[in-house]
């Protein structure tokens, strides 16, 4: 059953009035009621104001997002990048981009419905991903496109990419979601670009959402300049309004607050890491925040002591229910001791 609140969710929300301590969303950096990145927004919309609908192939072009783009490629580690209003809208950018070229668009196992669009191969299992590369490469056509979420919950991907390196990437196009990834993974934040790069892939984009670990409403796609510049050239991109000029000047001046809350964030992690006595019980993928489990026990227990966190059915409503505790730079450290504490007890 979901909690209907009245505000966004902190580290703490109110439960039939009663305080629970909130460890679910995707807010990874808490950054959506942090007071200096709210100011820094605010001074923003004062200088550019609430919204730009102008198309991006204007003849007056804002320099904002120029700049911006310039600095997310730099720190992603990609040639190039464009921005959107969306991270659904950057995904579906690239995927019906190459749709229309005549590509083979095969979605992996978990694939995010952002990535999924008509004319999509979707796949249950990694050997059947596997055999429909292979054929696709066989018929000496156009390169077979692999669309995957970076991190997916099942530990396939981020660290290791394991599934990934079974396939012949060097005839392929990888079309990575970094949306869990991006400002929180990596060196700096600078989530996977970099690793899936060093697999060598025939071609490289990886788009995600701005609004989960960032705060930004905005959705970007990384790059080769060659390959941003065809998404560039389409009716598509054209057509859409870009993101809040007030966003974008943010995520440039919100620098020192990103690799702060980073640094916030994995002190929780590595305390949470260090005091929890049984890691054997979730499923966890190393450098991530989150902890995933399936026990409706646990739940139930978890919930009566005051905590509440992500619970849904997967991969439908007709699906188990699977339990992911998220850590984020709003918890404290007592946060922190009180939800292990509670599961230390649970798990014995």
Not at 13 to 27: E, N, Q, R, S
Not at 192 to 197: D, G, H, P, S, Y
Not at 200 to 223: D, N, R, T
Not at 251 to 257: P, T, W
Request: hydrophobic fraction near 40%; glycine fraction near 8%.
């Amino acid at each position: 059953m979901g909690h209907s609140i009245h505000r966004i969710p902190d580290r703490q929300i109110l439960v039939d009035g009663k305080p629970h301590l909130y460890f679910g969303g995707t807010a990874y950096l808490g950054l959506q009621n942090h007071p200096p990145f709210k100011d820094l927004f605010v001074q923003n919309v004062s200088k550019y104001g609430m919204h730009y609908g102008a198309s991006r192939k204007s003849n007056v072009l804002l320099d904002i997002y120029n700049k911006t783009e310039n600095y997310l490629a730099n720190w992603a580690g990609s040639e190039s990048c464009l921005t959107m209003s969306s991270g659904y809208l950057a995904a579906q950018l690239v995927v019906q981009t190459l749709i229309e070229k005549g590509h083979t668009v095969i979605a992996a196992p978990q694939a995010h419905a952002a990535l999924c669009t008509k004319g999509v191969i979707e796949t249950k299992g990694w050997v059947e991903l596997e055999q429909l590369v292979s054929k696709e490469i066989a018929k000496n056509q156009l390169m077979p496109v692999v669309l995957f979420d970076t991190i997916d919950f099942s530990g396939e991907q981020f660290p290791n990419f394991k599934s990934l390196r079974s396939l012949s990437l060097d005839k392929v196009i990888l079309i990575g979601d970094d949306s869990h990834g991006f400002g929180i993974v990596g060196e700096n934040g600078n989530g996977c670009f970099n690793m899936l790069k060093a697999l060598k892939p025939a071609k490289l984009m990886v788009c995600c959402s701005l609004g989960k670990a960032l705060g930004i409403q905005a959705g970007a796609v990384f790059g080769d300049k060659k390959d941003i510049q065809m998404l560039e050239s389409t009716p598509f991109y054209g057509g859409a309004s870009p993101a809040s000029p007030a966003f974008m000047a943010t995520l440039l001046d919100a620098r020192e607050i990103y690799s702060e809350r980073l640094e916030k964030l994995r002190d929780n992690y590595r305390y949470f890491k260090s005091m929890l006595k049984r890691p054997s019980f979730f499923t966890h993928m190393e450098g991530h925040p989150t902890f995933e489990f399936q026990n409706t026990e646990v739940v139930s227990s978890l919930n009566k002591s005051g905590f509440v966190f992500t619970n849904f059915n997967y991969p439908d409503d007709k699906g188990p229910i699977v339990s992911r505790l998220v850590l984020s730079a709003y918890h404290k450290k007592e946060d922190v001791l009180q939800l292990t504490n509670c599961l230390n007890t649970l798990l014995g």
